[in-house]
């Protein structure tokens, strides 16, 4: 595949004077490729300007919140678009917020290889007795979740109890966790963080499960890995924490398939016959379903003429008589 665009190098770099918009297709790798495999495209000579090249891939959904969330539903908590700041309320985000636990889940069901990617931070001003304007703890993902239940997945706890460490959990158990530096959020052990570290900070979290093995990584820092013997394979994303809020610029959800809803298929039966109207005093039968038609009444011609003709005629006998 590489080689048989060498050719196109030369063109390309002689026609960096103008623009230029090319697409390659990317290969799928194997489940289980004997090497590292990447695609690529070289260039020689002038470069581009990159910040116009563009990279699309039909298997992620990219949420940052312009619009109606419509691909998620809430759960439980409060979630609006709301400021991060209360000292300066011009700039909102998407966020969540509750005494108790803030959940948000995605409508849609992934299988197969799935990542989860987000930057968050921590909602500024909450009422309680905290004496810090943000409380770094208990920012999660759930991933291959059922849409209700949180221990019904994989979650990935970032600052789990009161930011003593950072935890996997597989249902309700902890299946991996660290408590070094890189995993923790900012503390104030040894003093209140600077603006940077805390007050304008967004944290990347990332959660991949490839095959068998999950990943936890913070800040593009691996804190850790597990490998489940009986990897979960189908479910829902949510993004959720306790007792705290969090605000969240970016979502993206990178999949290996979705799984849609199958419509039901309507069945057209066949319907009963209309009702029929019986007039006062008459008396109908019907032969058969299909013979709607063949109705006897003792009083048919005189209450339903059977032509317009006669119709009218019945009118005019009933005018002459009235005269």
């Known amino acids: 595949m590489v080689s048989a ?31 590292p495999t990447a695609e690529a495209i070289g260039l020689s000579g002038t470069l581009p300007d990159f910040k116009t090249v563009e990279v699309d891939n ?31 309320p011009g700039w ?63 979650s990935f ?23 070094d530096t890189a995993a923790l959020l900012p503390t104030f052990t040894d003093g209140r963080p600077t603006d940077e570290q805390m007050h304008r900070r967004w944290w990347y979290v990332k959660i991949n499960k490839i095959g ?11 804190l850790f890995t597990y490998n489940d013997p009986k990897p979960l394979d189908m479910g829902q994303v949510a993004l959720w924490t306790y007792d705290n809020g969090i605000m969240l610029s970016r979502v993206q959800i990178y999949y290996a398939n979705e799984q849609r809803p199958d419509y039901v298929k309507l069945v057209n039966h066949t319907l009963p016959a209309s009702p029929i109207f019986k007039p006062a005093g008459s008396k109908v039968q ?18 339903f003429p059977k032509s317009a003709k006669a119709v009218k005629v019945a009118a005019l006998s009933r005018a002459t008589e009235s005269h």
């Open 5 to 35: 665009r060498k050719s196109l190098l030369p063109a390309i770099s002689a026609a960096l004077a103008v623009p230029v918009f090319a697409l390659f297709p990317l290969r799928q790798a194997t489940a289980a490729p004997t090497a």
């Open 58 to 88: 039909s298997h992620i959904y990219d949420y940052t919140f312009t619009t109606a969330p419509t691909d998620w539903w809430v759960q439980s908590g409060v979630w609006e678009m709301t400021n991060r700041w209360s000292c300066s």
């Open 92 to 154: 909102s985000w998407f966020g969540g917020r509750s005494q108790e636990t803030a959940a948000v889940w995605n409508k849609r069901h992934f299988s197969g290889d799935v990542s989860v990617q987000f930057y968050f931070a921590f909602k500024m001003g909450l009422s309680g007795s905290r004496r810090w304007d943000e409380y770094p703890s208990d920012a999660a993902v759930t991933i291959c979740g059922d849409g209700r239940n949180l221990s019904s997945g994989y």
């Open 157 to 179: 706890i970032v600052g789990a109890d009161n930011n003593q460490r950072s935890i996997l959990m597989r249902g309700d158990t902890v299946v991996a966790q660290s408590n």
């Open 212 to 222: 068998s093995r999950v990943e936890c990584w913070l800040d593009n820092k691996l």
């Open 286 to 303: 019907v032969a058969s379903s299909k013979a709607a038609k063949a109705i006897s009444t003792k009083r048919a011609n005189a209450a």
